[in-house]
Structure formats: C-alpha cells, structure tokens
C-alpha cells in the first residue's frame, strides 16, 4: 500500500543525506521521499534521484519566489520539507506557507556555529579552533534567519585530540546519517 505521508528533499551538494533518507524510506512505513530539488544541475543528487525514479528538478531563487513551485508542493500536500544541505536561502513568502513543515540539518551542536557563512569544513574548523570537547548534529525548523529555527534534535559526538577538520566532518556526517532518518521519522509519526 502506498504511504501517505510525503516528503521531498532540497539539496546542493553531495547528497549523502539525501542518500541516507532514502535508504531509510524504502525499510520504513513511515514516509515516502517523492522528490528532489537541486540548487544546481551538478548536484549528484539528481543523479541519485534518478536512479530511484524520483521525481528530481533544479530550482532557482526565483523559483522559491515564485508560485508555482509552492502550489505544486501544496497540491500533492507535501508533509516535510528536508533542506539536506541547501545553500539557498529560503523565502519569507515561500517559508510562511510551510511553517513546521520544513527542516534543516547542520553539523554543529547549535547555537554554536552556525549562522550565516557557516557550512561544509568551515562549521569543523570553527569547531577545533574553539577547542570544543563535543561535536556533532541538529535538526531544527527553518526560520527566517540562518540556523537560528527551534532545535528538534541533537546528536553529539566526540572531538579527538588529534582530529582534523576533515575527520571531525567524516565523523559527524556519519552521525547525520543515522540521525536525520530517524529524526523525520519521529517528526510524521502521529
Ligand atoms: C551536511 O553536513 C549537512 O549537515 C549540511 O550540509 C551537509 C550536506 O552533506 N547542512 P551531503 O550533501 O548530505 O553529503
């Protein structure tokens, strides 16, 4: 039987989320992932929508402006919106008609680093030049300012020592993978 609940991804870059989402979706009754928007043609994560017969488009500010992507998403009453690495800024206009209904995942226990200009090996640099002990993940609304939404969920993890800032982002991005899924889970679960 066909699940009810549907959830589309917004994604720039690799798709790793995206990836793990999907995975997710296709053991779990809970939601069915029925699209992927890109920010940019060379996102792979067309290509994995693609592979999964997904329903995959690269969209613009002007989209996001626009009505027609909005009503589209209205009609076929998208529960969640999951921004898996979206580097465009959503919209007052376009946020306000899915207010709780769209989430973003960041690589930092927020508040701390986040905001904007903090995304990929920036957010672990910031992390090790802060000497922070923990690290790790949140799931939060999306509001109008940048990674300042209410906290849904977070994961930590341990800083080593000797981490660099790109096995610092391997590890929490491992995190993200496990979290993110579940997270959605628990957020269309009645
Ligand atoms: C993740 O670290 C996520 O937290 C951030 O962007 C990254 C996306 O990675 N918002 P990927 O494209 O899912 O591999």
Redesign the pocket.
């Known amino acids: 039987m066909k699940k009810e609940v549907k959830i589309v991804l917004f ?8 990836n793990a989402v999907i995975d997710f979706s296709l053991k779990s009754k809970a939601f069915s992932v029925v699209a992927i928007y890109a920010s940019s043609p060379k996102s792979q ?1 067309l290509l994995l929508a693609k592979e999964h017969g997904l329903h995959n488009e690269c969209i613009t500010d002007d989209d996001l402006l626009g009505r027609a992507l909005f009503e589209r998403l209205n009609d076929q009453s998208i529960s969640l919106i999951v ?3 979206f580097l465009r800024k959503i919209p007052v206009s376009f946020l306000n008609g899915f207010q709780g209904k769209m989430i ?4 930092s226990l927020l508040p701390e680093h986040g905001g904007a200009g903090m ?2 090996i920036r957010v672990h640099e910031a992390v090790i030049a802060a000497n922070e002990k923990k690290s790790g ?1 949140t799931i939060h609304y999306v509001d109008q300012g940048y990674d300042t939404g209410a906290i849904i969920a977070q994961f930590s993890c341990d800083v080593m020592p000797d981490d660099t800032p790109a096995s610092l982002a391997a590890r ?2 491992k995190l ?1 993978h496990e979290s993110l899924p579940k997270t959605i889970e628990q957020i269309v679960t009645p």
Not at 104 to 107: M, Q, S, V
């Open positions: 994604v720039s870059g690799k798709g790793s989320n995206a994560a921004l898996a690495g973003n995942i960041h690589p995304y990929g993940c929490v991005l993200e």
